[in-house]
């Protein structure tokens, strides 16, 4: 391999380090989100659903409130199951220089309070349980949720909390050098590939 794009891979490997570090605490923040998003959620019903809180009755509602406190407690968990797999983090995609295109592609660009689409998708699978659980005791409008597979999605824009955006602000700052890093390495595979090409040219 040539000397150059070995030096840069070393860097990069260098920076996935540095990223694995500052996406501690985006999960961190996310399971704050998705608690206080859930806890939001199920608050809203009870409030918009006061006939039907009064026909449940204690007896009613208590499972209900059981099943809430369970997913409330299950999110820690949860939130870590999902957003330390790797899949949702472009930068811990294996790197194959024979596909230049799919290099090209890994950025995690933030638009306002925007989040990049796999990391906003992430959060809202946090929120499959309450949905589940709201539209399984019809205390929220089923066009607020959608069947995706085999979850529930909100259907609308997500509040994004001020500490979660910040954190993702910081890892996209650092992203952005690894981006860089990723075009240095096109660029030095091309040229490696050009010269050995030439190299075979001549020794024919």
Same mark, same amino acid.
């Given at each position: 391999?040539?000397?150059?794009?070995?030096?840069?891979?070393?860097?990069?490997?260098?920076?996935?380090?540095?990223?694995? &570090?500052?996406?501690?605490?985006?999960?961190?923040?996310?399971?704050?989100?998705?608690?206080?998003? *859930?806890?939001?959620?199920?608050?809203? &019903?009870?409030m918009n659903n006061p006939d039907e809180i009064k026909k449940l009755g204690a007896d009613g509602l208590k499972p209900?409130?059981?099943?809430?406190?369970?997913?409330?407690?299950?999110?820690? *968990?949860? *939130?870590?199951?999902?957003?330390?797999?790797?899949?949702?983090?472009?930068?811990?995609?294996?790197?194959?220089?024979?596909?230049?295109?799919?290099?090209?592609?890994?950025?995690?660009?933030?638009?306002?309070?925007?989040?990049?689409?796999?990391?906003?998708? &992430?959060?809202?699978?946090?929120?499959?349980?309450?949905?589940?659980?709201?539209?399984?005791?019809?205390?929220?409008?089923?066009?607020?949720?959608?069947?995706?597979?085999?979850?529930?999605?909100?259907?609308?824009?997500?509040?994004? *909390?001020?500490?979660?955006?910040?954190?993702?602000?910081?890892?996209?700052?650092?992203?952005?050098?690894?981006?860089?890093?990723?075009?240095e390495l096109k660029e030095a595979n091309k040229v490696s590939q050009q010269k050995a090409a030439l190299s075979f040219?001549?020794?024919?």
């Open positions: 391999m040539d000397s150059n794009v070995q030096s840069i891979l070393k860097k990069i490997q260098a920076k996935v380090v540095e990223l694995d &570090a500052l996406r501690v605490p985006i999960i961190k923040e996310s399971i704050e989100f998705a608690k206080n998003v *859930t806890n939001s959620f199920m608050q809203s &019903a009870v209900i409130k059981d099943e809430f406190n369970n997913i409330i407690n299950s999110l820690d *968990t949860l *939130t870590r199951d999902v957003l330390e797999d790797d899949k949702v983090w472009v930068y811990k995609r294996e790197i194959d220089l024979n596909n230049i295109e799919e290099l090209e592609s890994r950025n995690f660009s933030i638009s306002g309070s925007r989040l990049p689409d796999k990391l906003d998708d &992430a959060l809202r699978s946090l929120l499959s349980p309450i949905g589940a659980l709201l539209t399984k005791h019809k205390l929220d409008y089923s066009d607020n949720w959608k069947k995706s597979g085999n979850q529930v999605r909100y259907s609308y824009g997500l509040s994004i *909390t001020v500490g979660l955006l910040e954190s993702a602000k910081i890892f996209s700052r650092k992203h952005q050098e690894y981006e860089s890093l990723m075009y040219w001549d020794n024919i």
